[in-house]
């Protein structure tokens, strides 16, 4: 019975133990989307076009592994119902990769739904907010999608060149740290001249 007992009781340690080593830190909570700001009078027709991707902050992010990530372009095109084609350019190992969404506009100018959401299997809600943009130079866009029940979050620094400056960058990492966001989440991308360029 004592045996039993100690059995028992070893089994349990064990249990506990491996789950701890298994289990990641806990995921940071996304802000409300109602407390993430919005472009003020949002100009669709001035934010189509190239942007490329200088860096990227969420919860799901983490510095250590995604080292050296590249650089890649997002290029967003006004289809007549107003909603956006959005043509991500990445280079995966050496080949050039293209990948097709639509973002439909929602109640306010700068908000938008993913569309057809079906097609993505895991994907249960997708929501984008450009929260801040000159047009010409900078944005700041959130992202939140629920996936297996889980709400990830991540905001990206888009420029119309590779480079910005370092106020709009620290505006960025400022951005990011007052979504709870630490250092270890914030990424910013190796520029490239690959399958981006032209
Ligand atoms: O677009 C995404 O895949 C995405 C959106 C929000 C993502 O990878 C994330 C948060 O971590």
Redesign the pocket.
Known sequence: MTLGLLCLGLTLLGALQTQAQDSSPPLIQSPPLSKVPLQPDFKDEQFQGKWYAIGVA????QKEKERQSNMYSDTYELKDDHSYNVTATLLRGQVCDHWIRTFVPSDQPGHFTLGNVPRYRAIQS?FVRVTATNYNQFAIVF???M?RNTV???TVLYGRTKELSPEVRQRFVDFAKSLSLTDDNIVFFEPIEKCIDG
């Open positions: 969420g919860n799901g992010f997708y992202f939140q999608k996936s990830y979050f991540k």
